[in-house]
T-cell receptor
Framework: SQKIEQNSEALNIQEGKTATLTCNYT??????LQWYRQDPGRGPVFLLL?????KEKRKERLKVTFDTTLKQSLFHITASQPADSATYLC????????????FGRGTSLIVHP | KAGVTQTPRYLIKTRGQQVTLSCSPI?????VSWYQQTPGQGLQFLFE???????NKGNFPGRFSGRQFSNSRSEMNVSTLELGDSALYLC????????????FGEGSRLTVL
């Protein structure tokens, strides 16, 4: 069955360091992959989208890589700040289908000052 | 541009009752999706509506239903509530059904007692 895996354990890092979050998937042929940020009690907010034919995407301090051979996406936040503390969700949209994204359960990031 | 608006934000119901949640998408967006979010299951897709037609449906029982109006506003209904229906219900809109980022509302927090 299709599965999207994100580390369920919180990632704790010091301010100023680079945070790297992982999204692995199996039994999937994604047309695109998205990353969202979610704060407690709020709806997710879109951050980045990367398509299957793209290797890397950047936006300000954010960088996403997409390796369809490894079936993995890495999400990096450079020069992390306490305000980056949140849960980060990856979502995959399958090709040839309805393009409804399927979400992973998210990884909590905690940036310590 | 106003964001996605969901009402009510919080509600408490008892088992066996039914509930209706409302979602107003971003102006110009014609696709509305609904998700259920729980700590154990993460974000689970319920259904998507586009131009008043249900285009896709997730793996939920028939107690979960929805509809979309001509102004793109959407409602979802849950009948015969069960304790396990306690969750954050999120609505998301996008211009059309062909992929791309989702714009989420703040959610409706349903507690079933």
């Amino acid at each position: 069955s299709q599965k999207i895996e994100q580390n369920s354990e919180a990632l704790n890092i010091q301010e100023g360091k680079t945070a790297t979050l992982t999204c692995n998937y199996t039994n999937y042929s994604p047309a695109y992959l998205q990353w969202y940020r979610q704060d407690p009690g709020r709806g997710p907010v879109f951050l980045l989208l990367i398509r299957e034919n793209e290797k890397e995407k950047r936006k300000e301090r954010l960088k996403v890589t997409f390796d369809t051979t490894l079936k993995q996406s890495l999400f990096h936040i450079t020069a992390s700040q306490p305000a980056d503390s949140a849960t980060y969700l990856c979502a995959l949209g399958a090709s040839g289908g309805s393009y409804i994204p399927t979400f992973g359960r998210g990884t909590s990031l905690i940036v310590h000052p | 541009k106003a964001g996605v608006t969901q009402t009510p934000r919080y509600l408490i119901k008892t088992r066996g009752q039914q509930v209706t949640l409302s979602c107003s998408p971003i102006s110009g967006h014609r696709s509305v999706s609904w998700y259920q979010q729980t700590p154990g299951q993460g974000l689970q897709f319920l259904f998507e509506y586009f131009s008043e037609t249900q285009r896709n449906k997730g793996n939920f029982p028939g107690r979960f239903s929805g509809r979309q109006f001509s102004n793109s506003r959407s409602e979802m209904n849950v009948s015969t509530l069960e304790l396990g229906d306690s969750a954050l219900y999120l609505c998301a809109s996008r211009p059309g059904p062909g992929g791309g980022e989702l714009f989420f509302g703040e959610g409706s927090r349903l507690t079933v007692l």
